[in-house]
Each structure stands twice: as structure tokens, then as C-alpha cells.
Nanobody
Framework: EVQLVESGGGLVQAGGSLRLSCAAS????????IGWFRQAPGKGRAGVAC????????YYADSVKGRFTISSDNAKNTVYLQMNTLKPEDTAVYYC?????????????????WGQGTQVTVSS
């Protein structure tokens, strides 16, 4: 059974940091890319970052470049999202998901399994 489980969310002040984790199981990690998406209150879900399980290539939304870093530990089948210099507009539920199509990473239609999400709240 394919599972993606996020953890690490919480409440942090603006300028602070959080590290999210996405523990994957039930599939061969190297065959997929893992993406992070977020959904702010009243808004649609948007891509944040993505990493290829096979090559380690990474992709970022412009809004988080230079502040967020995606990485993976293939031995643990876990993907991380290090979030620094957090802003109130980063407040959202963060989801991880898998896709075979890293080049279309920002299109959520290409993702077939999703985690349950973890809440990140950044106070001003």
C-alpha cells in the first residue's frame, strides 16, 4: 500500500524556520519524484518544490526560492522541506505527493498519491 505521511508542521514566528518530513512507503522511491504543495485558507493548492528520487534534481516555486530547500534521504524513503525565513503568507496546509513526471512537477494532476497534510502557521 502506497503511503505518504507528513510531519513537522507547527506554529512559528515570522523569520523562523521549520522542517517538514514526508515519509514514503509502499513503492520504489527511486522511480518517482516527490513534490510539496500547500493550500492557504481560501486558496487553491499550489506547488512549492519537487525532488527527483532517482537524480536528486530539484525544482522550486519562485515564491520560495532561496528560502526553502527540498532534500531526500533515499535510504529512509523520506523527503524533507527545510523552510527558513518564514513569512505569514507561508501559512498553509502542506502536502507531499508522488509523481512520475518531474518535468510537470507543478501540475497537481500528475500526482497520484497524496499525504494527509500538515499545518504550518506563521505569525507576524
Amino acid at each position: 500500500e502506497v503511503q505518504l505521511v507528513e510531519s513537522g508542521g507547527g506554529l512559528v514566528q515570522a523569520g523562523g524556520s521549520l522542517r517538514l518530513s514526508c515519509a514514503a512507503s509502499g513503492f520504489t522511491f527511486d522511480d518517482f519524484a516527490i513534490g510539496w504543495f500547500r493550500q492557504a485558507p481560501g486558496k487553491g493548492r499550489a506547488g512549492v518544490a519537487c525532488i527527483s528520487g532517482s537524480t536528486g534534481s530539484t525544482y522550486y516555486a519562485d515564491s520560495v526560492k532561496g528560502r526553502f530547500t527540498i532534500s531526500s534521504d533515499n535510504a529512509k524513503n523520506t523527503v524533507y522541506l527545510q523552510m527558513n525565513t518564514l513569512k505569514p503568507e507561508d501559512t498553509a496546509v502542506y502536502y507531499c505527493a508522488r509523481t512520475r513526471y518531474q518535468f510537470g512537477w507543478n501540475n497537481q494532476a500528475w500526482y497520484d498519491y497524496w499525504g494527509q497534510g500538515t499545518q504550518v502557521t506563521v505569525s507576524s
